[in-house]
């Protein structure tokens, strides 16, 4: 039976540890996810309790955001020792919100940080994964970024104090598009999950006196798959969509 082979960074937590476990759970999936401690108890657990569907098993790898050697050194593994010889799909979720804050408060060294978490991370993840993401016959590479990263929106989430957050995604918002119109072979596509219910989403919800986020993170697991399952070169790869699937403006 082929297997559809899945990468996603981030898996320790959130919405890359909901992905996993969600596409673990079908039948026929090859899951790698990347922590940053193999020996965590969130590596235990997920090896050892997250439901797996008929053929599917879960690889882990170790990667740490700004490495500059962990991306390679985790695909050399997966080959080498796991037998992958394509990926279907590579999920960036790994990412930190950094100081909330407006341009006037930005800590240089922290919007360093942001920046290589959430820009350069990705970039080091595609380079890493490119060789066998165009094995596949139906790359896809999903970008998850956020409302506010959107320029064009602006004017809704300037109250946001996510300046190095927002900016950083934008990056990769751009990211994002230059692999669509540069890669024929690989659907790419930003996807905004929501304002979730996870460490990071609660973190800046209480930021403005509210107890938690807005969505669950099993609703936002739910649509994020159903972008991607769907997604196609023509109508969905180089475009920004929130969770309900309509176009967020770059």
């Known amino acids: 039976m082929t297997t559809t082979n899945v990468f996603i960074t981030g898996v320790s937590r959130g919405i890359g540890k909901a992905l996993a476990e969600a596409y673990l759970a079908r039948p026929n999936h090859i899951v790698i996810g990347s922590v940053r401690d193999l020996s965590s108890p969130v590596a235990t657990e997920l090896q050892t309790e ?7 098993r879960l690889i882990l790898v170790k990667i740490e955001a700004t490495s500059e050697t962990d991306y390679a050194a985790a695909v050399k593994h997966i080959e080498a020792v796991e037998g992958i010889d394509r990926l279907d799909i590579v999920v960036a979720s790994a990412g930190v919100t950094g100081e909330l804050t407006a341009v006037a408060g930005i800590d ?75 890669h024929k072979d690989i659907i790419a596509v930003a996807v905004h999950p929501g304002w979730v219910k996870t460490d990071m989403g609660n973190f800046s919800a209480k930021f403005f006196g509210l107890n938690e986020a807005f969505h669950e993170i099993g609703e936002s697991v739910e649509a994020t798959l159903k972008i991607v399952d769907a997604a196609t070169k023509e109508e969905t790869s180089g475009k920004f969509l929130g969770f309900d699937g309509a176009i967020v403006p770059w």
Do not use: C, M
């Not at 997250?50 to 599917?56: C, I, Q, R």
């Not at 380079?127 to 094995?135: D, E, G, I, R, W």
């Not at 990263?149 to 230059?178: C, D, H, M």
């Open 50 to 56: 997250a439901t797996k569907g008929e053929g599917s």
């Open 108 to 182: 240089a060294a922290d919007f360093k940080h942001v920046l290589d978490v959430n820009t350069v991370g990705p970039i080091r993840l595609f380079q890493a994964t490119l060789p066998l993401l165009s094995k596949s016959a139906n790359a896809k590479w999903v970008s998850l970024s956020t409302i506010s990263s959107s320029i064009g929106g602006l004017e809704q989430t300037a109250a946001f104090p996510t300046v190095s957050y927002g900016s950083s995604k934008a990056a990769f918002n751009f990211i994002t598009r230059a692999i669509h119109l540069q």
